[in-house]
């Protein structure tokens, strides 16, 4: 185990998840955050006790929800991570 793991059985550092919205598609909730040009996203800091979860940012963008997840991170943290996706233009690999 890496010593970021907190004695958990295992480790989740990070996600990125993306699904189409329909309409059983559920509101987003936690704090408003814009981060991006036209783009709000709703931000739920981690909660912890024996083991921690993720912070996650979650977000609507081009007909799909997006969620970014980092364990027990702070808002900025979880932010640099969703700014850094190549949905917006900004990676240097990505083919816009």
Do not use: W
Not at 64 to 86: I, M
């Amino acid at each position: 185990m890496g010593n970021d793991c907190h004695t958990g059985m295992y480790c989740c550092f990070r996600t990125i998840h993306g699904e189409r919205i329909t309409s059983q598609t559920p509101p987003l909730t936690g704090s408003r955050l814009a981060f991006e040009p036209g783009v709000t996203g709703f931000f739920s800091r981690a909660v912890c006790s024996a083991n921690c979860n993720e912070s996650v940012l979650e977000f609507d963008y081009r007909g799909y929800r997006y969620s970014v997840g980092v364990e027990a991170a702070a808002r900025a943290t979880v932010l640099k991570t969703a700014q850094s996706l190549a949905l917006f233009g900004k990676n240097p690999q990505s083919r816009t």
